[in-house]
């Protein structure tokens, strides 16, 4: 395997990252390209970047056709095969060069790195061994501090005490704890993630033992409701430190701002018989099907936003880097491009169904993250020099929250509306805008549909509905507020109408229902682990419990949660903790699953410990926001030839 060092390499491009010019401090003097030109026009941010535009590939397909002049310069001295990220120290092995905090001071160098960066800020905020992990003294003695000196072990300790009371653990979740904790990853003997599965029987783990980006937020959420932050805190500095960092898929680099699927700590030989540890990211260039982590910089928002509202640390957001990595991110996902909607156009497999199951375009799980993390962001962005990107994140979070639940939204009434639509409109005002022919409609759906309930369908793009029931993307629509107060109650509803299809035997069903026979062969490509009722295709996935919990939670539904942790209860331990079940009830242990997978045994902890502590799970959902609601782009506009497409929409769901 190809191993370049940091000390020998040529400087990666990261460095016209402002972020990682910090990180060279005033030894290396460049002018960094101006972060981020904002333009406000027509009521309509654009967010432009001055090295390119990003996107979300993990290869070089033509799909939007961007140039990209910087990345094609590197290109020429391009490192095909994979190469390790370290630890951006440039001097010290595992000491992770950071920023200094304090709020106050944060906020004032923010707006320096957006106004351009002298060499002196560098030289100012540049120290070393500060990622709340032990500083070494001089003496080389080791103590927990964080950045300005406190402890941040358990900075959330006491939250059960305070809070819920001290509850007594069943021996399920004794075993859960030490499962959770024996999948815990170290980096230079520093906790920063888990192992996605730590299966002993398990003779090719493939990339499962590594740290998943998805993944780890169940872990994410355990140890913080637990009261253990550290980990937490430790996991989201150093992915921020992995965020597009240079790799390729022939030659071409993902978009800055792309966060990693998944990372593993490696460790390397270095001079002298001595060995280090780096840490080596997958920006998707190595999973199977090269399939791009869209969801992984989304997860990292959310998860930096529960990391301050659980510990009540918001420092950590306040920080210049991690403002910055934030940035990046919005930046990647707002970026304009060819598309027509505000819903994230992106590749099949981006997300927590990573292989080819038909869910290219603008898939609702996309939606639904893109939509939590857009508010998640927008609370936590410090004032300076934020104006326009919170601007832009105000107009989408309105565009995309009327697109969804005006054209995803289904239940009996609105089938039997697109059952008689009319096709071939051409105009503003036509009511099939999608040009839905009514033949599209399945006939399980038809049998299906309860009188009562509905969902957000699957995908919505021109001419095609994706009519399949997503658990991942109805739950976070609930949770997020991206459906109305009567929709979110809906899709609860038609969850506990349609019990058995949905949970089953074992909580919950990834969609519903699985496709089969010529369409298993269209749509999954004859994927031999994506067989009917099996791993994605209609497979039923533990690890959805904390989700589900917290949706029900929300919508004083605890008795519906309750009844399906019960379902786990009787079975992850006996069956040793599976990735997923299969059959349409989810009666058997999946074809090809891990056993002792950690998202399963987090998300059973995350939801045992959110049912006796509501309180604290509130603190991890949105409720509606009517000022969201009252914004809307197009009368923003002056200019005429703009006609408010909204006027056509024919239900008008709004609240
Ligand atoms: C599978 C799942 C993906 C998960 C990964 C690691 O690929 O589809 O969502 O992140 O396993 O558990």
């Not at 024996?182 to 003997?189: A, I, M, R």
């Not at 009252?630 to 929409?649: D, F, N, Q």
Request: with cysteine; charged share 20%.
């Amino acid at each position: 395997m190809n191993f370049i060092r940091n000390s020998t390499r040529k400087l990666p491009s990261r460095v016209l990252d402002p972020r990682n010019a910090l990180f060279l401090g005033s030894r290396h003097s460049f002018n960094p390209p101006c972060y981020e030109h904002e333009l406000f026009c027509k009521g309509k941010a654009f967010l432009l970047n001055s090295n390119e535009n990003p996107q979300f590939h993990a290869y070089p397909s033509r799909l939007l056709g961007f140039q990209r002049l910087f990345r094609n310069a590197q290109k020429s001295n391009c490192i095909p095969s994979s190469v390790y990220a370290r630890c951006r120290s440039f001097s010290v092995p595992c000491g992770l060069s950071v920023y200094s905090t304090g709020a106050s001071k944060v906020r004032h160098l923010s707006t320096s790195v957006e106004t351009g960066i002298n060499d002196n800020t560098f030289g100012r905020i540049y120290i070393q061994n500060s990622i709340s992990v032990k500083s070494k003294s001089l003496a080389g003695e080791e103590t927990p501090l964080d950045e300005v000196g406190n402890n941040v072990k358990n900075t959330g300790k006491g939250l059960e005490e305070g809070k819920g009371g001290v509850s007594i653990d069943s021996d399920i979740e004794k075993e859960a704890w030490n499962l959770l904790r024996d999948s815990v990853v170290t980096y230079c003997g520093y906790p920063v993630g888990t192992v996605a599965a730590n299966d002993p029987g398990d003779k090719q783990p493939l990339n499962y033992d590594q740290v998943f980006i998805r993944d780890f937020v169940p872990s994410a959420l355990a140890f913080l409701l637990k009261g253990e932050g550290e980990i937490v805190k430790n996991f989201l500095l150093h992915t921020l430190q992995l965020q597009s960092w240079e790799k390729t898929v022939d030659c071409y680099s993902p978009g800055q701002g792309l966060m990693p699927a998944s990372f593993k700590v490696r460790t390397v030989p270095i001079d002298d018989n001595k060995s280090e540890e780096v840490l080596d990211p997958d920006f998707g260039e190595a999973a199977i099907g090269r399939v791009a982590p869209v969801d992984s910089g989304l997860w990292w928002i959310i998860l930096l936003r529960a990391y301050g509202k659980i510990t009540g640390d918001y420092s950590l957001q306040e920080r210049v880097d991690v403002q910055t990595g934030m940035k990046l991110i919005l930046n990647l996902c707002l970026a304009d491009g060819f598309d027509m909607f505000p819903s994230l156009l992106v590749t099949d497999g981006s997300c927590m169904i990573d292989r080819r199951m038909g869910i290219h375009g603008h898939p609702l799980e996309i939606q639904a993250l893109f939509y939590a993390a857009l508010r998640s962001s927008r609370e936590m962005l410090t004032n300076e020099g934020s104006n326009n990107l919170v601007r832009a994140i105000n107009n989408r979070l309105n565009a995309l929250s009327f697109h969804i639940r005006e054209y995803y939204w289904v239940d009996m009434k609105k089938i039997n509306e697109i059952y008689r639509y009319k096709t071939e409109e051409y105009s503003m005002d036509a009511t099939n805008k999608f040009n839905i022919y009514p033949e599209q409609i399945p006939s399980w759906l038809m049998d299906w549909i309860p009188e009562e309930g509905g969902y957000l369908i699957g995908n919505l793009q021109p001419a095609h509905m994706d009519f399949r029931f997503f658990t991942l993307g109805n739950l976070w629509s609930i949770v997020s507020s991206l459906g109305t107060l009567r929709q979110n109650e809906a899709i609860l509803n038609l969850i506990e109408y349609k019990w058995n299809d949905i949970v089953g035997q074992m909580p919950l069903k990834i969609c519903y229902p699985a496709v089969e026979n010529e369409e298993w062969r269209i749509i999954t490509g004859c994927d031999p682990k994506n067989t009917p009722w099996s791993y994605h295709n209609g497979g039923s996935w533990p690890t959805l419990l904390w989700q589900f919990t917290l949706a029900c939670i929300k919508m004083g539904r605890l008795e519906l949660a309750n009844k399906a942790i019960d379902l786990a209860e009787k079975r992850l331990s006996r069956d040793h903790w599976p990735e997923y079940y299969d059959t349409r009830s989810g009666k058997f242990i999946g074809k090809q699953s891990r056993l002792y997978q950690t998202w399963t045994i987090a998300g059973f902890l995350t939801s045992k410990m959110m049912v006796k502590n509501p309180e604290m799970a509130s603190l991890l959902f949105w409720e509606e926001d009517f000022e969201i609601l009252e914004i809307c782009v197009c009368a923003l506009s002056k200019s005429g030839r703009i006609r408010c497409s909204r006027g056509a929409a024919k239900s008008q769901i709004l609240v």
